[in-house]
């Protein structure tokens, strides 16, 4: 029988300010990192939504009483790693080093935000999305049983991001003497995943800051559930991010209500494909999954 489940995983990439590291887009300040991380777990628990936070180390430490509290109210804590940022000192993307440099940066990030949450992260999503194969295994070894990690249609060789043929839903990544990664990628415009995709080009995701989303995100959301049907596709899921630069605790930030927009759109799509939305971290996916 047809699993009828569509497992849906909200997440952000909570970053440090930028007054650290220009280099990766995060927060004017502190403030607002905090009000955007807070606004958006709380509205998404209001929904019976599920968060996973992808952390930076450094952010983890300057706002412990934030993520000690976001994960009491049921959000998981995942690793996000930036090389660029000021405390770790490499001024380049996570894929572009070597892979002895990339297996230190996941050690101390994962026992960094351990050390704030009480428990190491298991889920994954590079900056940029920047890495190549190869950090599977890695990965794996260090205890992350999922994430976030790819981007299908993105070629970007200049971050160490080329995505253009990944598989743009749910899938198992090998890591090595049976030992299994499960990859949920963010919802993609399928027609914008694939080899005519010349670099450098990045498609249409469901990134909820995004100029116009509001306009294409429901028909993007429609397209790759229906794909997922009709292929019937063994673990049909739907992921949505954003970044902690805005703030979710305000109802008339654009961003805001485009989270509104597209939670809606969700539960129209599911309801037309007569699918039932389960809510779940990453982490929760996996446990589904096994």
């Not at 000192?89 to 935000?113: F, I, M, N, S």
């Amino acid at each position: 029988m047809t699993d009828r489940r569509l497992f849906v995983s909200w997440n952000m990439d909570c970053e440090t300010v930028q007054e650290e590291s220009q280099a990766t887009g995060g927060s004017a300040d502190w403030a607002t990192a905090e009000r955007a991380m807070r606004g958006y777990v709380e509205r998404l628990v209001e929904r019976g939504q599920r968060v996973t936070l992808f952390l930076v180390p450094r952010l983890a430490e300057a706002l412990p009483e934030v993520v000690r509290d976001l994960i009491a109210a049921g959000a998981e804590p995942g690793l996000h790693i930036h090389p660029q940022t000021t405390d770790l000192g490499y001024d380049a993307h996570l894929g572009q080093l070597p892979l002895e440099t990339q297996r230190l940066l996941l050690q101390q990030g994962r026992d960094r935000v351990a050390a704030v949450a009480g428990r190491a992260p298991t889920s994954f999503r590079s900056g940029c999305i920047s890495e190549s194969w190869e950090i599977f295994p890695m990965l794996l070894e260090l205890g992350f049983t999922q994430g976030s990690t790819t981007l299908p249609g993105r070629n970007l060789p200049s971050v160490a991001a080329v995505c253009v043929n990944d598989t743009p839903f749910a899938n198992w990544r090998e890591g090595g003497f049976g030992r299994r990664f499960l990859e949920l990628p963010v919802g993609v415009a399928l027609d914008e995943v694939g080899p005519h995709r010349e670099a450098p080009c990045s498609p249409r995701h469901l990134r909820l800051e995004y100029e116009g989303i509001a306009d294409w995100g429901p028909g993007l959301i429609r397209e790759y559930v229906r794909r997922q049907v009709e292929l019937g596709w063994w673990l049909k899921s739907l992921g949505v991010m954003t970044h902690n630069t805005r703030c979710y605790d305000d109802p008339a930030e654009p961003a805001r209500r485009n989270l509104e927009l597209i939670a809606d759109a969700i539960e129209a799509t599911a309801e037309e494909f007569g699918l039932e939305v389960v809510p779940a971290t990453l982490a929760e996916v996996h446990g589904a999954a096994v």
